[in-house]
């Protein structure tokens, strides 16, 4: 019923399957430790810029990308620390690093553990230690993404954490919204809106945060393709951002929890102890007609 293979290609590809609800997981570790591929009942969930994936050079516009030790970009991608600065650019090195495959299950459910620890490529741009572990695990029609970030230094460290999923879409104007919050920020004019379950997709660019959310827990309806997702967080991820581009066939709607710049400003910075952790979970339920 459940497999974990291994598939050798330009990168080494993890496929996690469950041959009962037809549902299929693909993962690529050094690429970011990123999820490529979610598919149930034959049919995929995400998308995937196959160009940019292909391309080492390029950031991947796709998938499921990991947003660490920030989410959204920085000003003029620098931030300050004990005096000094350091450069980091948008969302973090997480998902350009490769990871490191810890374990694997197939037997009452399929699943993946990866790692990323600190280097000395890692200090470079962020001077703490800490040890990421992500477990990626496939349950019929839901997607389960389990986090966990510990600080291994002898510092307080400061971090956001995000998830950047890329939902397929045909039709933006077949899409109906359930997000429980009554307003956002446009992140590109930093203007607050009302929100009225739906958005104008008529912009060159949609980049909206969520900040106030009356609890944790989103759908999204496609009438075209008769697939309804709903996401499930836990804390500390209390914000959603909505990003798409006119003419491209994705939307995101992305857990995090802390807004840009927060490295610099504070805000909702999440400051871990010495030997602390944070455990997390994200879930993704597809309903299919």
Same mark, same amino acid.
């Given at each position: 019923?459940?497999?974990?293979?291994?598939?050798?290609?330009?990168?080494?590809?993890?496929?996690?399957?469950?041959?009962?609800? #037809?549902?299929?997981?693909?993962? /690529?570790?050094?690429?970011?430790?990123?999820?490529?591929? *979610?598919?149930?009942?034959?049919?995929? +969930?995400?998308?995937?810029?196959?160009?940019?994936?292909?391309?080492?050079?390029?950031?991947?516009?796709?998938?499921?990308? +990991?947003?660490?030790?920030?989410?959204?970009?920085?000003?003029?991608?620098?931030?300050?620390?004990?005096?000094? &600065? $350091?450069?980091?650019?948008?969302?973090?090195?997480?998902?350009?690093?490769? *990871?490191?495959?810890?374990?694997?299950?197939?037997? !009452?459910?399929?699943?993946?553990?990866?790692?990323?620890?600190?280097?000395?490529? &890692?200090?470079?741009?962020?001077?703490?230690?800490?040890?990421?572990?992500?477990?990626? %695990?496939?349950?019929?029609?839901?997607?389960?993404?389990?986090?966990? /970030?510990?600080?291994?230094?002898?510092?307080?460290?400061?971090?956001?954490?995000?998830?950047?999923?890329?939902?397929? /879409?045909?039709? @933006?104007?077949?899409?109906?919204? #359930? +997000?429980?919050?009554?307003?956002?920020?446009?992140?590109?004019?930093?203007?607050?809106?009302? $929100?009225? #379950?739906?958005?104008?997709?008529?912009?060159?660019?949609?980049?909206?945060?969520?900040?106030?959310?009356?609890?944790?827990?989103?759908?999204?309806? !496609?009438?075209?393709?008769?697939?309804?997702?709903?996401? !499930?967080?836990?804390?500390?991820?209390?914000?959603? /951002?909505? *990003?798409?581009?006119?003419? @491209?066939?994705? $939307?995101?709607?992305?857990? *995090?929890?802390?807004?840009?710049?927060?490295?610099?400003?504070?805000?909702?910075? %999440?400051?871990?102890?010495?030997?602390?952790?944070?455990?997390?979970?994200?879930? %993704? &339920?597809?309903?299919?007609?």
């Amino acid at each position: 019923m459940f497999e974990v293979s291994q598939h050798p290609s330009q990168y080494l590809t993890y496929a996690l399957t469950d041959s009962t609800t #037809d549902a299929r997981l693909e993962v /690529v570790p050094e690429r970011g430790g990123i999820i490529t591929r *979610w598919s149930v009942q034959g049919r995929d +969930i995400l998308y995937l810029d196959e160009a940019r994936f292909a391309d080492p050079s390029l950031s991947v516009r796709g998938g499921i990308p +990991i947003l660490f030790p920030i989410c959204g970009n920085l000003p003029n991608n620098a931030y300050t620390y004990n005096g000094q &600065t $350091y450069l980091l650019k948008q969302h973090g090195f997480a998902r350009d690093l490769p *990871w490191q495959v810890t374990h694997t299950e197939a037997l !009452d459910r399929a699943s993946i553990t990866l790692n990323l620890s600190s280097s000395d490529q &890692t200090r470079a741009l962020y001077p703490f230690e800490f040890s990421l572990d992500f477990t990626y %695990i496939l349950e019929g029609n839901r997607l389960v993404l389990q986090q966990q /970030v510990t600080n291994s230094g002898n510092t307080i460290m400061p971090f956001s954490l995000g998830l950047h999923p890329y939902f397929s /879409v045909s039709d @933006k104007a077949r899409l109906d919204f #359930d +997000i429980p919050s009554t307003q956002y920020v446009d992140q590109r004019t930093q203007e607050t809106h009302a $929100y009225m #379950d739906g958005f104008d997709f008529s912009q060159d660019e949609i980049d909206v945060l969520f900040r106030k959310l009356s609890f944790q827990s989103a759908t999204v309806e !496609d009438f075209r393709e008769n697939l309804k997702l709903r996401l !499930d967080f836990d804390d500390p991820y209390t914000m959603l /951002v909505f *990003w798409t581009l006119k003419g @491209k066939d994705f $939307y995101c709607l992305e857990p *995090w929890t802390g807004p840009r710049n927060a490295l610099n400003t504070g805000d909702h910075l %999440i400051e871990l102890a010495p030997g602390g952790t944070v455990r997390t979970s994200f879930r %993704i &339920t597809a309903q299919l007609s």
